[in-house]
């Protein structure tokens, strides 16, 4: 059974950090990309950020840039974001997700932690 479970949301005044988690079970994650998307109330869901678990390719949503680091801890099978200098406007829900490498779609996504960022 797959599981992706995310934690590490919370309350942060702007300029603030936050760490997110993800811990994963279930699936090969040597042939897998994992991700982290957010969505906000009334906006849809959008990329964050991606790495590859064996590659280590990264990539970011340009919002983000210079300001998150995604990483992945391969030994404990649990997915990083690491949030700095956040803005009101990273005010969201995240959600850790994760797809097979050939596979353009995520396929498999966590319940998501809310982060809250007041000005």
């Known amino acids: 059974q797959v599981q992706l479970v995310e934690s590490g949301g919370g309350l942060v005044q702007a300029g603030g950090s936050l760490r997110l988690s993800c811990a994963a079970s279930?699936?090969?994650?040597?042939?897998?990309?994992m991700g982290w998307f957010r969505q906000a109330p009334g906006k849809e869901r959008e990329f964050v950020a991606s790495i590859g678990w064996s590659s280590t390719t990264t990539k970011y949503a340009d919002s983000v840039k210079g300001r998150f680091t995604i990483s992945r801890d391969t030994a404990k099978n649990t997915l990083h974001l690491q949030m700095n200098s956040l803005k009101p406007e990273d005010t969201a829900v995240y959600y850790c997700?994760?797809?097979?490498?050939?596979?353009?779609?995520?396929?498999?996504w966590g319940q998501g932690t809310q982060v809250t960022v007041s000005s």
């Open positions: 279930g699936l090969p994650l040597s042939s897998y990309v």
């Open positions: 997700a994760a797809r097979w490498y050939l596979k353009t779609d995520f396929d498999y």
